[in-house]
């Protein structure tokens, strides 16, 4: 089975931190993606990535960054944590011309 | 682009009772339709999906949905609900590259004994 992996269950961070959130996965997926998860609002999307050091902006990218230097690690990055950012953050991958996508168990960060 | 509408944030069902969650997509190109299951503090699980062929799918756990592209509707059903059901169920759509999935608000399904 495919395991993505998020390095982190919980979270908290103070308001002005960077703030990094770490995911990886071991089958050799090309795409991964990063989402934010709200009550009422269900799963948006921040960023994905189709290859190495490759990138594209989701619904709402405004205050994050994202990094991609190896095929199985990618890594979502908040400049500087606000509280609006306090979420649950799931990461996701899916081979090449696969359907379903595959996700982590999530970070739940809280920003004080 | 893609969207869906979940509707109902909560549906309550007896056990052993029909399960129906309702979706409708909105997309300007032929859609990949899936849904997913969320047990609690857990990711997201794929539970069934729609590409192209048959437009009656069924997924894990004896779920099953169809999709009726006159109605551009996507929704689940179960026949018989367990309580080991209960969960959040997001319904998502998706163009033909895939890589821009767009998920509902989410359906909280409880099964009372």
């Known amino acids: 089975d495919v395991k993505v992996t998020q390095s982190s269950r919980y979270l908290v961070k103070r308001t002005g931190e960077k703030v990094f959130l770490e995911c990886v996965q071991d089958?050799?997926?090309?795409?991964m993606f990063w989402y934010r998860q709200d009550p009422g609002l269900g799963l948006r999307l921040i960023y994905f990535?189709?290859?190495?050091?490759?990138?594209e902006k989701g619904d709402i990218p405004e205050g994050y960054s994202v990094s991609r230097e190896k095929k199985e690690r990618f890594s979502l990055i908040l400049e500087s944590a606000s509280t609006n950012q306090t979420s649950m953050y799931l990461c996701?991958?899916?081979?090449?011309?696969?359907?379903?996508?595959?996700f982590g168990s999530g970070t739940r960060l809280t920003v004080v | 682009a893609q969207s869906v509408t979940q509707l109902g944030s909560h549906v309550s069902v007896s056990e052993g009772a029909l399960v129906l969650l309702r979706c409708n997509y909105s997309?300007?190109?032929?859609?990949?339709l899936f849904w997913y299951v969320q047990y609690p503090n857990q990711g997201l699980q794929l539970l069934l999906k729609y590409t192209t062929g048959a437009t009656l799918v069924k997924g894990i756990n004896g779920f099953e949905a169809e999709f009726k592209k006159s109605e551009t509707s996507f929704h689940l059903t179960k026949p018989s609900a367990h309580m080991s059901d209960a969960a959040e169920y997001f319904c998502a759509v998706s163009g033909r590259n895939n890589n821009d999935m767009r998920f509902g608000a989410g359906t909280r399904l409880t099964v009372k004994p």
């Open positions: 996701a991958s899916r081979t090449q011309g696969g359907y379903g996508y595959t």
């Open positions: 997309s300007s190109v032929p859609p990949y």
């Open positions: 990535s189709y290859d190495v050091k490759m990138k």
């Open positions: 089958m050799d997926h090309e795409n």
